[in-house]
């Protein structure tokens, strides 16, 4: 669900008047999504999306986010491209929330991921990481190490609710991947949260990414490890080797990795399973009942980080 | 939040071989509604929904709906209209649930409702009736008078929980609704759930009504009913009488009422009003913890309940 705030119609055709984009002809709310709320919006000039942007998104980084998604879009990255005003300003106000109107995207992303998919996800990584290399502004990566411990701290005793014992096995996983850590990979611009859910496809190619609200700055394996985690696991969770090596192939044929790259991914992946395995426990054990909100299991994330906890080095993955 | 049930890309790849339809160009959950799961669906032949009907929806029933929008498309009336695969077939099976693909209706539902909505609204609504009129398979009203005594009863004292009392004044307010209620007024197939949300409206004027899976064969005067409950009352819950007064001259400027139909408006909107408390009470009180729909407070409707029961006769709404 991802309609938070509803947008009246007074309050729409008033907004409208600060954009050249004609008449509004449709208006839906997007089931799609967590974060914000998503409309489908219809104009005479053609299709886009309209965001509120809700409470998780901080409004200080609006303009990194927006500045990204121009950066990528005038670079030839299929992503929704904001749309600025008469005034030139892409971001606005919209019933007492940032907004912004982005280009509609053709595709539909995919429910089951093929092996396919994850050759073309990693090749659409690798351009993305290129493509945004020289987008200096920095943003800190809000949910990288540095967050892990408190994140885990907040989660309190709740973990073990989950199954016993959790709260001292996450202790020991967070301590043992910060200690492994590494400080000197090659960094840039990551997506971080590129699930398939992010991604369309359109008659056998991929036709777009989008919600580039984790983006910052940060290693690029790192959103390799994100998306191996998001893509390469089956539903009984076993680690799909063949669709690792086509996303790991098809990211390589933009940009080879480097040794140290690949050798870091036992840990980075770990990592990754990490961050998601905490916000998922926190927003598990911190949403209200009949919020309208699907939570995810955090357990889902514990498969994938013991999983690579097991793996020494690159070479054990069997790539 | 409406997708209670997701589509794989597989399945819609196939299910879109059955249609012609050209090929898949864009596929997104619809936030809006509450009954079935809808999907915008845009192929390069255009813009379609995709509905999947879920558990509320009696699969006996569809094709009753099915041919109404059909007969009311045809009649002129702006209202989705089923699309026939190659086999000459609207109703079709899809993640195993029935499911049909309509027409993409332009505009906007009126989330703050205005007098002139309420006039195209009558207007509207009567021009339904009349197309209607020879639509001539009938189909009970499922949720009439008839089941009003047995809703109550499923929610036995839970009633209680909400307002001190209350179970026994619904018992009391239904049999009195149910004594008075007309035998004899002009009956035809009526839309049975017209909300500000199922009315699109575009450049200032009405551009289509939606979600027919409620309509049935009742008394053409309680689909007014319905109307004024859910278009004429402000967000206290105060009558506006001068919007029951445009929505009933627009419908009297297309099909004016018989004496015997004004006479009736107060019991019929006090049964209107009944009708939708008594779902609303059921869903309140049996709806899951976690569960992703919006549970509407059944009391909004008590209170628009009383203020009907307080009306003695149609002069006493002050139109």
């Not at 606005?92 to 991921?113: E, H, K, S, Y």
């Amino acid at each position: 669900m991802a309609v938070y705030t509803d947008v009246s119609d007074d309050a729409l055709a008033e907004f409208l008047t600060g954009y050249d984009l004609g008449t509004l002809v449709a208006f839906r709310g997007i089931a799609e999504g967590v974060e914000n709320s998503n409309f489908s919006l219809r104009t005479t000039a053609g299709d886009f999306i309209l965001t509120l942007y809700e409470r998780r998104v901080d409004p200080a980084d609006l303009p990194w986010f927006v500045g990204l998604m121009q950066h990528l879009a005038a670079r030839g990255i299929d992503c929704p491209l904001p749309v600025c005003g008469r005034d030139g300003e892409a971001l606005r106000r919209l019933c007492g929330r940032p907004a912004a109107i982005t280009t509609f995207l053709p595709g539909v992303w995919p429910r089951r991921v093929q092996l396919w998919h994850c050759r073309a996800l990693g090749e659409a990584l690798a351009r993305l990481h290129l493509a945004g290399a020289d987008y200096t502004p920095e943003r800190p990566n809000a949910l990288g190490p540095a967050a892990w411990a408190p994140l885990l701290a907040r989660a309190g005793d709740g973990a073990d609710t989950l199954l016993p014992g959790f709260r001292d096995a996450l202790h020991d996983a967070t301590h043992r991947i910060l200690q492994d850590w590494p400080h000197t990979l090659p960094r840039g611009t990551i997506h971080a949260d590129l699930f398939p859910d992010n991604v369309f496809f359109l008659n056998d190619h991929l036709s777009g990414l989008i919600d580039f609200y984790f983006a910052c700055s940060d290693f690029l394996a790192y959103d390799i490890a994100v998306c191996i985690n998001a893509w390469c696991f089956e539903p009984d969770f076993a680690f799909n080797a063949t669709k690792a090596r086509a996303l790991l192939a098809g990211y390589q044929s933009a940009r080879p990795l480097a040794a140290e790259e690949k050798s870091a991914m036992p840990v980075l992946a770990r990592g990754a399973a990490l961050r998601f395995l905490l916000t998922r426990l926190y927003d598990w054990l911190n949403t209200p009942e009949g919020a309208l909100v699907v939570r995810k299991n955090p357990l889902d994330y514990w498969r994938r980080l013991r999983f690579h906890l097991g793996i020494d080095n690159f070479d054990a993955y069997g790539l």
